[in-house]
């Protein structure tokens, strides 16, 4: 048989060779791939051949090599999963050890704020994300054709434009009041769309919380005090000021900023030199969606607001940009294993 023959019968037989035990492969790799083994003879052999034969042998004696070498490394990781099987009597065995995952940030501070709320007597609401044209905008006073729509760039369902992806939590208050006669004092997290041009740093969704507070005699005074409980518990710092703001569902409107302080370089940063960072807006419920939600407005009032969940996960955890939150990059959600 010519030397080409004998290898390619070589090649077939490797292939075909399975190992029972350790011994076996072992005397496999001996006679294949050992100092004496068939291969060290064939490049002996070779070095003798005419020159024209030398490229196609050569071909086929790497090919028989490599064959053989990963043989034997198959064989070696099928024998060791064979007989590291765990005994199932060795009750001296270690157990194997649990991956933990971790919550994402946003759950983090969500859960947070909720536990925050719910100590004062706030309970959880929710409400759909597809939602309709009444509860996202014209029960919170703002009518069709209302310049104020353009604040939330709206998705809407394409079939059926009365439908849209909700473009902020307030949605759940209408419900909510519609559904509940007061005293209200909820809390409705959830996630909300803006069709905003897609960079770098803009979302096209985003989390919300919203706050919703009906009773008589409520007052201004009374978000006041709540807002400062609030931010005291979050971020440990209760200095805040409400600077007067428009949104349409309140009246009057407010932007709430904490006074984060000038420490160190990261809160010059944060803050923009000035200390202050704006965290949500909020305001006294206007009297008209009391009244959508047929709440008598000469008989209670209320307050409620609105904060972005990830902005503030952003601030608690010094995260710099917010892709992270939505990459789902495992080495970056790790790090938030040892958070509740
Ligand atoms: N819905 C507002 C937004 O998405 C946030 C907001 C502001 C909610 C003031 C409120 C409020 O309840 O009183 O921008």
Redesign the pocket.
């Known amino acids: 048989m010519q030397m080409k023959d004998k290898i390619k019968k070589n090649i077939i037989e490797i292939e075909s060779f399975v190992a029972n035990t350790n011994e076996d492969l072992e005397d496999f790799r001996i006679k294949y791939l050992g100092k004496k083994g068939l291969l060290a003879d064939y490049f002996t052999d070779f070095k003798s051949l005419d020159n024209d034969k030398k490229k196609d042998v050569g071909q086929l004696l790497n090919q028989l090599k490599t064959t053989a070498q990963l043989k034997v490394e198959n064989l070696k990781t099928k024998l060791l999963s064979k007989t590291s099987k765990p005994k199932l009597n060795d009750l001296s065995r270690p157990g194997d050890s649990i991956q933990i995952g971790s919550r994402h940030p946003i759950s983090i501070v969500k859960n947070r704020i909720i536990d925050i709320f719910s100590n004062i007597g706030f309970t959880i609401s929710e409400g759909p994300e597809i939602e309709d044209d009444w509860h996202n905008f014209s029960a919170l006073n703002l009518p069709e054709h209302h310049p104020a729509r353009d ?2 760039d709206t998705f809407f369902v394409e079939k059926n434009p009365d439908y849209l992806l909700r ?4 949605s759940v ?1 209408v419900r909510f009041m519609e559904n509940n006669k007061p005293p209200i004092r909820t809390i409705s997290p959830g996630r ?1 769309y803006r069709n905003e041009a897609i960079s770098a740093r803009s979302h096209c969704f985003f989390h ?1 919380i ?3 507070c009906i009773d008589k005699d409520i007052s201004f005074a009374d978000l006041k005090q709540t807002l400062e409980y609030f931010t005291n518990q979050l971020f440990g710092k209760s200095k805040i000021r409400l600077r007067p703001s428009y ?1 349409p ?2 009246e009057p ?1 407010a932007e709430v900023d904490v006074y984060w302080g000038l420490n160190n370089e990261t809160d010059y940063k944060m803050t923009k030199g000035t200390g202050w960072l704006e965290i ?4 006294m419920v206007d009297p008209n969606v009391l009244q959508n939600c047929n709440i008598d407005p000469n008989e209670y009032s209320g ?4 904060l972005g969940i990830d902005r503030i996960a952003l601030l608690l955890h010094q995260i710099e940009d917010i892709r992270l939150l939505s990459e789902n990059d495992i080495r970056f959600l790790e790090q938030f294993k040892a958070s509740f």
């Open positions: 604040m939330q473009t902020h939590t307030s208050q909300v919300q919203e706050g919703l949104f569902f309140t409107s949500m807006g909020c305001g307050f409620a607001f609105g």
